[in-house]
């Protein structure tokens, strides 16, 4: 008898995209004249960069004729854009990271679910909380957890990010084996200081934990004393394995490529204290279950770094960025305190009513679809997210709708 994984069962019914999902759909087909606006997924809106484009036709030609056809390629991607992805985001930094420390990927969702099945089926885990959902849900999918009880999972330690701490968590005071960070925050938008980094990494080398940090959102750091990676830490390469995506930094949420950094000298031990090397283990795993990155989306990824491909990768982080300012700014105006949306597409705005409630009321009254906070977690109640991923006419438009509907109450 095939049997299931009763680790699935575990699962909060709907994973909360699916949900907010599911309450548009409805709405719309009750109101198939309203002209819904959506500030809820973080989808990007404006389309591939020119360069970006050209390098990727160029690409898909040479895979059309004899002499430039590839086949299956490298397993962990191409030399040239692990070179370019070394150099630039990383060396170019400060942060001593050697192109074969770079595996490139179609996400970083696959990714940070992926890297758990490397460790232990009793590990405790700390997540964030808000926390993008991923991580939580592909843990409870691999066992590592309770059951759901009254908003949360047993066995997580939850990493409470509150306005009392401006959404950044320290480590706690407990041991734990595998922490998940996120700076840029999704869905905050908050960011972290050195300082902050610091006390992870610290915490991280004391108890021989290991830090999964995700920068998805990387490029929209404007304040420089931001560190962009957690490799720009001292000692972060034997503690932390980091995400990065093309995703939102170029507008490839369709075309698919990222990549993770493994480290050569980041460690895990099995039972008796014996130490492997995670980049070997990972190196290993990505080989058996993996067959790399198109060799097109790679060519398209690597013309993010040319001269031209920066300026126009620049070009769209800030006009989302510029989004974010007027969603901050008509909240603000409205009396509504909010944070992120400075070095962060997302802005997350304190409701003072129930979150789904809020959501209900600006979906119903303006037709704006945000993100309930509460589907991110418990501190997430009271809350929405708001992201800048649309067309600048749509954003203001929403805007206005939405003061219309909070002026009146
Ligand atoms: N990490 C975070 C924090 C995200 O918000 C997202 C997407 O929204 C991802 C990772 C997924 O990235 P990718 O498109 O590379 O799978």
């Known amino acids: 008898m095939i049997r299931i994984n009763e680790n699935y069962l575990k699962l909060k019914a709907s994973y909360l ?24 997924i973080g989808d990007v809106t404006k389309a591939l960069p020119p360069s970006i484009v050209e390098a990727f036709r160029r690409a898909v030609d040479e895979m059309g004729r004899d002499e430039t056809f590839r086949g299956y390629g490298p397993d962990h991607g191409y030399d040239f854009l692990r070179k370019a992805i070394a150099t630039h985001d990383f060396q170019a930094r400060g942060a001593g990271i050697e192109a074969d420390e770079i595996f490139v990927s179609d996400g970083a969702k696959c990714d940070t679910s992926n890297i758990q099945e490397l460790f232990a089926d009793d590990l ?40 009392e701490n401006g959404f950044v968590p320290e480590p706690p005071a407990e041991p734990v084996d595998l922490v998940y960070l996120c700076f840029p925050n999704n869905p905050t938008g908050a960011t972290a200081t050195k300082e902050q980094l610091e006390r992870w990494v610290e915490y991280a080398k004391r108890h021989r934990a290991l830090i999964l940090f995700d920068a998805a959102y990387v490029s929209f750091i404007r304040d420089e004393r931001i560190p962009h990676s957690i490799y720009e830490i001292e000692g972060a390469r034997e503690v932390a394995v980091e995400f990065r995506s093309f995703s939102k930094v170029a507008g490839f949420t369709g075309t698919r490529c990222a990549y993770t950094v493994v480290p050569k000298d980041c460690g895990v031990w099995d ?43 620049r070009e769209l982080s800030d006009y989302y960025l510029e989004n974010a300012r007027i969603i901050r700014g008509q909240l603000a105006a409205l009396g509504y305190a909010s944070v992120g949306g400075e070095n962060s597409p997302y802005i997350w705005v304190k409701t003072g009513m129930d979150s789904w409630e809020f959501f209900d009321l600006l979906l119903r009254e303006a037709c704006v679809v945000t993100t309930p906070g509460i589907g991110f977690g418990m501190c997430g109640d009271g809350y929405v997210r708001i992201s800048a991923f649309n067309h600048r006419d749509r954003v203001t438009e929403a805007m206005e709708r939405i003061r219309k509907v909070l002026v009146r109450g």
């Open 271 to 313: 039972r008796s204290g014996n130490r492997y090397e995670l980049h070997t283990l990972w190196a290993r795993r990505q080989t058996t279950k993996f067959n790399g990155v198109s060799y097109p989306v790679q060519r398209a990824a690597e013309a993010v770094y040319a001269e031209a491909g920066q300026r126009e990768v």
């Open 124 to 163: 405790v885990i700390a997540v964030p909380d808000p926390v993008y959902p991923v991580y939580v849900d592909s843990n409870v999918m691999a066992g590592r957890t309770g059951a759901w009880d009254d908003g949360r999972y047993g066995g997580i330690v939850y990493l409470d990010s509150t306005e």
């Open 17 to 40: 995209f699916s949900e907010v999902g599911r309450k548009v759909s409805l709405f719309q087909k009750d109101h198939p004249e309203a002209d819904i606006i959506r500030l809820g």
